[in-house]
């Protein structure tokens, strides 16, 4: 492909954003991307909804979420769990949002505050209080009376932010005004069974609203009026001192913005509930600056960044719909998107929760379905904390964005000409795209392809076309794309005082530790790793590669599943395997590799894990060996050359924590006779196929679970104050044989007079913790 093209026109100045913080520290935002200090800055959006997780345990996910590469918690403000009665605001517990923004705050990790007044979040009535119903006037609409029950949710929001802005000194870069107006709305759950859906829309905007996202091809008559209702919420915002950077509002289905004063974020979800199963066009690469998905967009794209808030690496299921997200799935999706030109990612949902109960009154979106507290979302980090398979693929890209970022920003995507005519269905052509600046860039490749059998591409090779030069990918001969595999290879980048012209390995970090840049890369199953260095380098250290010069170039070649390295002057090099790269973090300039997950609090360290044998390998090699509590360390062999390694042994409780019990053939006891003592969390496992799964304490209802062809976790370490003289109950209810959920499922049951349940197991699982100190 051909990618001496026009270099893209980057406008700036044009836009009523940007800020500086008391240190003078200063963020912009031009047509293409952010800027911190001047510099390209690309964000790593997470949304966690402080109200659905205890606040005991927020600061332990805020880590996790660090640990993930996630550089901006978002979070929404649910307005009907905060003004439950009118004018009686509760910011307290799981609603102190002060308290959440101040350990953001500690932990230094950026925020956005979702400020509603509508939010959706399958959310009881999209956020909005039940007593607003009943108003003479219509909710989200231009109303004066409306848009004064709006200044004082807004006059409390910027209480609870008041000195913890951006403008401060403090976290929140952002906020976020509304959410997708006249574009989408969540029906008032004041309503009647088998009664016809109401809305929350002002009936002016009924016609361009639909109940979740999708593509909008109406036209908004009233998008005029619009663009004024969002820029009454940016004046009522800023009213109240909540003065920041960056305003964000929905991008996506003709959704209302602030002209030239927010930034319209964007959405992809692949496995939605409220449509059928069908192959999505999210696998295909395109300029998605130009055209973003959902489209058509309410404003002038060229004239913002693209920047998505809701990617689904998830999705939440409800009663009659349940779709299955493949973790392998997400990461080709992200690829895809940076790949298309994106300069940001945004996680809907990043970290799942459960949504809370107030005097027996249940704020999931019940009349759609949703479970009545479980809002797990299939999320990279679970209802309860757990990390997932997804957790850590995506973490390998969060890495290369951190380090590569800055040099990613400013280039734009070139698409070749395969991809004009492509189609989900075309599974079998190589899906690729070019981000790139002069003569330097990276390339894009992913197979995958949701809800279609597909399979590898064998025996293919991509050609890059420079002003001045051809380059090949590999070097000589082809390569083979996995299933599921995703790709982003680097051309023509200065690393340090080494020129890499090419590379068939993923960046993935750079290290800056004693007195040396280390750049570490992963190899890909089915492609040959090699580098291609100027041949002016004097590669010193080769360790378990060939290295060879040809045309003018060291070609470094080492083995798939294989670790090798090399080194330039100061600058070295190392390429890992893939398994390898999902198994590290990076903390600081060190990169850790562990089966468990690794968080950083100051100083200290911890690894959380459900392994009772554990290792933990450090590259580069420490100066000293940590002190640990809760476990013991022990030195081993460096799996790394240059690198330290240790095991871990944590000590197993004498007795179980959790006791199981069976009373009926659908009902469990769970009992316990004892506290956590050194454990981090106990899960119960719950293995069983039926339509759904209650658990309750005391006769209340804790949380739920719709089956979805995965077993059920519920962490214990919230419930086990309550279970001191209490039990858990688990009820459990048979799946029948015409329910609509069945077309999500791939195994069914042999149904029996119409109906299957079977608890197949359950069990709980120790979850250990180590912390360490250096």
Same mark, same amino acid.
């Given at each position: 492909?051909?990618? @001496?093209?026009?270099?893209?026109?980057?406008?700036?100045?044009?836009?009523?954003?940007?800020?500086?913080?008391?240190?003078?520290?200063?963020? @912009?935002?031009?047509?293409?991307?952010?800027?911190?200090?001047?510099?390209?800055?690309?964000?790593?959006?997470?949304?966690?909804?402080?109200?659905?997780?205890?606040?005991?345990?927020?600061?332990?996910?805020?880590?996790?979420?660090?640990?993930?590469?996630? /550089?901006?918690?978002?979070?929404?403000?649910?307005?009907?769990?905060?003004?439950?009665?009118?004018?009686?605001?509760?910011?307290?517990?799981?609603?102190?949002?002060?308290?959440?923004?101040?350990?953001?705050?500690? /932990?230094?990790?950026?925020?956005?505050?979702?400020?509603?007044?509508?939010?959706?979040?399958?959310?009881?009535?999209? =956020?909005?209080?039940?007593?607003?119903?009943?108003?003479?006037?219509?909710?989200?609409?231009?109303?004066?009376?409306?848009?004064?029950?709006?200044?004082?949710?807004?006059?409390?929001?910027?209480?609870?932010?008041?000195?913890?802005?951006?403008?401060?000194?403090?976290?929140?870069?952002?906020?976020?005004? !509304?959410?997708?107006?006249?574009?989408?709305?969540?029906?008032?759950?004041?309503?009647?069974?088998?009664?016809?859906?109401?809305?929350?829309?002002?009936?002016?905007?009924?016609?361009?609203?639909?109940?979740?996202?999708?593509?909008?091809?109406? /036209?908004?008559?009233?998008?005029?009026?619009?663009?004024?209702?969002?820029?009454?919420?940016?004046?009522?915002?800023?009213?109240?001192?909540?003065?920041?950077?960056?305003?964000?509002?929905?991008?996506?289905?003709?959704?209302?913005?602030?002209?030239?004063?927010?930034?319209?974020?964007?959405?992809?979800?692949?496995?939605?509930?409220?449509?059928?199963?069908?192959?999505?066009?999210?696998?295909?690469?395109?300029?998605?600056?130009?055209?973003?998905?959902?489209?058509?967009?309410?404003?002038?794209?060229?004239?913002?960044?693209?920047?998505?808030?809701?990617?689904?690496?998830?999705?939440?299921?409800?009663?009659?719909?349940?779709?299955?997200?493949?973790?392998?799935?997400?990461?080709?999706?992200?690829?895809?998107?940076?790949?298309?030109?994106?300069?940001?990612?945004?996680?809907?949902?990043?970290?799942?929760?459960?949504?809370?109960?107030?005097?027996?009154?249940?704020?999931?979106?019940?009349?759609?379905?949703?479970?009545?507290?479980?809002?797990?979302?299939?999320?990279?980090?679970?209802?309860?904390?757990?990390?997932?398979?997804?957790?850590?693929?995506?973490?390998?890209?969060?890495?290369?964005?951190?380090?590569?970022?800055?040099?990613?920003?400013?280039?734009?995507?070139?698409?070749?000409?395969?991809?004009?005519?492509?189609?989900? !269905?075309?599974?079998?052509?190589?899906?690729?795209?070019?981000?790139?600046?002069? @003569?330097?860039?990276?390339?894009?490749?992913?197979?995958?392809?949701?809800?279609?059998?597909?399979?590898?591409?064998?025996?293919?090779?991509?050609?890059?076309?420079?002003?001045?030069?051809?380059?090949?990918?590999?070097?000589?001969?082809?390569?083979?794309?996995?299933?599921?595999?995703?790709?982003?290879?680097?051309?023509?980048?200065?690393?340090?005082?080494?020129?890499?012209?090419?590379?068939?390995?993923?960046?993935?970090?750079?290290?800056?530790?004693?007195?040396?840049?280390?750049?570490?890369?992963?190899?890909?199953?089915?492609?040959?790793? !090699?580098?291609?260095?100027?041949? =002016?380098?004097?590669?010193?250290?080769?360790?378990?590669?060939?290295?060879?010069?040809?045309?003018?170039?060291?070609?470094?070649?080492?083995?798939?599943?294989?670790?090798?390295?090399?080194?330039?002057?100061?600058?070295?090099?190392?390429?890992?395997?893939?398994?390898?790269?999902?198994?590290?973090?990076?903390?600081?300039?060190?990169?850790?590799?562990?089966?468990?997950?690794?968080?950083?609090?100051?100083?200290?360290?911890?690894?959380?894990?459900?392994?009772?044998?554990?290792?933990?390998?450090?590259?580069?090699?420490?100066?000293?060996?940590?002190?640990?509590?809760?476990?013991?360390?022990?030195?081993?062999?460096?799996?790394?050359?240059? =690198?330290?390694?240790?095991?871990?042994?944590?000590?197993?409780?004498?007795?179980?924590?959790?006791?199981?019990?069976?009373?009926?053939?659908?009902?469990?006891?769970?009992?316990?006779?004892?506290? #956590?003592?050194?454990?981090?969390?106990?899960?119960?496992?719950?293995?069983?196929?039926?339509?759904?799964?209650?658990?309750?304490?005391?006769?209340?209802?804790?949380?739920?679970?719709?089956?979805? !062809?995965?077993?059920?976790?519920?962490?214990?370490?919230?419930?086990?104050?309550? #279970?001191?003289?209490?039990?858990?109950?688990?009820?459990?209810?048979?799946?029948?044989?015409?329910?609509?959920?069945?077309?999500?499922?791939?195994?069914?049951?042999?149904?029996? @007079?119409?109906?299957?349940?079977?608890?197949?197991?359950?069990?709980?699982?120790?979850?250990?913790?180590?912390?360490?100190?250096?």
């Amino acid at each position: 492909m051909n990618i @001496d093209v026009p270099e893209k026109k980057i406008t700036t100045g044009h836009l009523d954003l940007g800020g500086t913080n008391p240190s003078g520290e200063k963020i @912009d935002v031009n047509s293409y991307y952010i800027t911190l200090n001047g510099k390209p800055f690309v964000p790593v959006l997470g949304e966690f909804h402080y109200s659905r997780y205890p606040s005991t345990y927020w600061e332990e996910s805020i880590q996790k979420m660090k640990a993930g590469g996630i /550089n901006v918690i978002a979070t929404y403000v649910f307005w009907n769990i905060h003004e439950r009665t009118e004018g009686v605001f509760d910011w307290s517990n799981d609603l102190n949002l002060r308290r959440f923004i101040e350990l953001c705050e500690k /932990n230094d990790i950026y925020l956005i505050v979702r400020m509603g007044p509508f939010c959706h979040g399958e959310m009881r009535n999209g =956020g909005i209080p039940d007593w607003m119903y009943g108003r003479t006037f219509e909710v989200r609409s231009n109303n004066e009376e409306y848009f004064a029950y709006v200044d004082k949710l807004y006059e409390e929001i910027g209480k609870q932010c008041h000195g913890l802005l951006y403008k401060d000194g403090g976290p929140i870069i952002g906020v976020q005004l !509304e959410n997708e107006f006249q574009s989408s709305a969540a029906p008032w759950e004041i309503t009647y069974p088998k009664a016809k859906k109401e809305y929350t829309v002002a009936q002016k905007n009924a016609a361009v609203t639909h109940e979740q996202i999708s593509h909008d091809n109406k /036209n908004n008559l009233h998008g005029e009026e619009g663009k004024a209702h969002m820029a009454t919420l940016k004046k009522i915002a800023i009213k109240h001192g909540i003065d920041v950077p960056l305003y964000t509002a929905t991008g996506w289905s003709n959704a209302a913005i602030v002209d030239k004063g927010s930034i319209p974020v964007t959405a992809g979800y692949v496995y939605p509930f409220w449509t059928n199963p069908s192959p999505s066009s999210f696998y295909l690469f395109k300029d998605i600056h130009k055209t973003p998905d959902y489209s058509p967009a309410s404003y002038n794209t060229e004239l913002y960044p693209s920047i998505p808030a809701e990617i689904g690496p998830g999705i939440q299921v409800i009663y009659g719909r349940r779709p299955i997200v493949d973790p392998v799935s997400v990461l080709p999706l992200m690829v895809r998107i940076i790949g298309s030109g994106s300069n940001g990612i945004g996680y809907y949902m990043y970290h799942g929760g459960s949504t809370p109960i107030f005097d027996g009154k249940f704020y999931n979106e019940e009349v759609n379905g949703i479970p009545k507290v479980n809002y797990d979302f299939q999320a990279p980090i679970g209802q309860y904390g757990q990390t997932r398979y997804h957790y850590n693929s995506l973490k390998t890209l969060h890495m290369f964005l951190d380090a590569y970022g800055e040099k990613l920003a400013p280039m734009q995507t070139v698409l070749p000409k395969t991809n004009a005519d492509i189609k989900p !269905e075309n599974t079998e052509t190589l899906r690729y795209a070019v981000r790139s600046k002069n @003569d330097s860039g990276f390339l894009f490749m992913i197979n995958f392809q949701d809800h279609l059998e597909y399979s590898d591409i064998n025996n293919t090779s991509v050609e890059v076309k420079t002003v001045k030069e051809t380059i090949r990918f590999p070097n000589a001969g082809t390569f083979d794309l996995k299933k599921t595999v995703s790709a982003i290879f680097p051309f023509n980048l200065k690393l340090g005082n080494t020129t890499l012209k090419s590379a068939t390995v993923q960046p993935l970090t750079i290290l800056n530790a004693k007195n040396k840049n280390y750049y570490v890369f992963y190899s890909l199953e089915g492609i040959t790793p !090699e580098l291609l260095i100027d041949g =002016g380098a004097e590669l010193t250290k080769v360790q378990n590669a060939s290295r060879t010069k040809e045309k003018g170039y060291c070609i470094v070649r080492g083995k798939n599943k294989e670790v090798f390295s090399f080194q330039n002057g100061k600058d070295e090099f190392i390429v890992i395997p893939y398994e390898m790269a999902l198994k590290s973090t990076k903390i600081g300039d060190q990169l850790i590799f562990s089966e468990g997950t690794i968080t950083s609090d100051g100083n200290q360290l911890s690894l959380v894990t459900r392994e009772t044998n554990s290792q933990l390998h450090f590259y580069p090699d420490l100066n000293e060996v940590p002190k640990i509590s809760f476990a013991t360390l022990e030195k081993a062999k460096p799996m790394l050359l240059g =690198g330290s390694s240790y095991k871990v042994v944590f000590e197993e409780p004498a007795e179980p924590i959790i006791q199981i019990k069976q009373v009926t053939d659908r009902k469990y006891s769970i009992t316990t006779t004892g506290k #956590l003592d050194n454990l981090n969390d106990v899960y119960l496992e719950v293995d069983y196929v039926g339509d759904r799964g209650m658990a309750f304490v005391d006769g209340l209802l804790v949380t739920d679970h719709f089956y979805h !062809e995965s077993k059920w976790e519920i962490g214990m370490k919230s419930f086990l104050p309550k #279970l001191a003289e209490k039990e858990m109950v688990l009820i459990f209810h048979p799946l029948y044989k015409n329910q609509e959920c069945l077309i999500f499922f791939s195994n069914l049951p042999e149904f029996i @007079d119409g109906k299957f349940l079977k608890v197949k197991n359950i069990k709980s699982i120790n979850e250990y913790k180590a912390i360490m100190s250096f």
